[in-house]
């Protein structure tokens, strides 16, 4: 071998070693964060088998002790894959945690044998760890920051989030069209997701609301793989601080048979399945009980002119009206409206 040769063979080494090495390319964002569990969420460019490393909060060391272990599991089984999402309960309230992601890449997946690459993780030496704080059943108060349609354009997202305050914001609503279509999964995570954690998610949650341009595209019926709800559905329900918040999905705003849907369209069975919910919602006593109660909903139900927003009127409105609710949250239109209820 000459020294040329050499010198090429050791390059490919290293180039082969570094392109070989598993990174962590999304996240990690937190979702479902209640006053005793939180779901955190993160992809990697391989294969591997996940887990969470959870920490009591404090200024000590990340390595001063061994830390419980939490894994992406499912069925009583690991779930590899380069989608990971690990679901901590029994948290206590009101508590700030710190943690660290780790996932090992698998490289060899057989019945009886299952063989590892490397692992990779968040950083827990050279900055802070990354954290998060469980809500308090009895806090008093609660902001929000709510932000819509901005149809992946990361620059205005940016400017929207201005202002989000670090520590005294609880959580960011996003109220649909945050992509204009669900394509793929690279281009969900490049029109918002990656911008988000950038900014916050790692250490804030945001709320999930779906739109009508989340409903489009084939890769539309992944969407509860990246936004888990407490229903497992796109509409629910959830207290935080004094207010009750209901989440619904106005689907789709043209009528189902529109040639613009191509036969893929259900919207007028799924609004009618969410007025059957709804009533059991608002006959609820946690929603009783509850000082504030709002409603969010990227389509606003108002006007005739559309069949979803129209549906979505004569369906809800009445039962949200019965209920009382203090205010409905929409986006959609693209400019400012106020209805009275
Ligand atoms: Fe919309």
Redesign the pocket.
């Known amino acids: 071998m000459t020294q040329r040769s050499f010198f090429s063979f050791i390059l490919f080494l290293v180039c082969f070693h570094t392109a070989s090495a598993i990174k962590i390319i999304s996240g990690p964002y937190l979702q479902n964060v209640t006053d005793s569990e939180v779901t955190i969420i993160w992809r990697t460019d391989a294969d591997a088998l996940s887990w969470v490393e959870l920490a009591p909060d404090g200024s000590d060391s990340f390595y001063a002790t061994a830390h419980p272990r939490y894994y992406a599991a499912d069925m009583g089984r690991a779930v590899i894959g380069r989608l990971h999402k690990v679901t901590i309960r029994k948290l206590q309230p009101n508590t700030t945690y710190r943690y660290r992601i780790l996932s090992s890449e698998v490289l060899v997946e057989e019945p009886y044998y299952v063989g590892y690459g490397r692992t990779t993780a968040t950083d827990v030496y050279g900055r802070e760890a990354l954290r998060f704080t469980t809500t308090g059943p009895a806090d008093d108060s609660l902001e929000f920051l709510m932000v819509n ?1 901005i149809h992946g354009d990361n620059k205005k997202f940016e400017e929207l989030m201005a202002g989000f305050r670090k520590g005294e914001t609880d959580f960011v609503l996003f109220n ?2 945050m992509v204009s279509f669900m394509d793929n999964e690279n281009q969900l995570f490049e029109g918002f997701l990656n911008k988000a954690v950038d900014m916050f998610a790692s250490e804030t949650p945001f709320i999930m609301v779906r ?3 989340e409903s489009r595209g084939k890769f539309a019926q992944k969407y509860m793989n990246y936004f888990p709800t407490p229903t497992g559905k796109p509409y629910y329900a959830l207290q935080r601080g004094p207010v009750y918040f209901i989440f619904l999905d106005g689907g789709e ?1 043209k009528p189902d048979n529109c040639m613009e849907y191509y036969g893929t369209a259900f919207g007028d069975d799924y609004r009618a399945e969410q007025a059957e919910w709804l009533e059991q919602v608002v006959a609820s006593e946690d929603f009783r009980k509850a000082p504030y109660h709002i409603v969010v909903c ?2 606003p139900p108002v006007g005739d002119t559309w069949h979803g927003p129209a549906h979505s009127k004569a369906l809800w409105l009445p039962i949200l009206n019965k209920a009382g609710i203090d205010i409905m949250l929409c ?2 239109l693209h400019q400012h409206e106020w209805h009275r209820p």
């Open positions: 349609d649909g069209d739109g009508n341009h705003d990227h389509v986006g959609h």
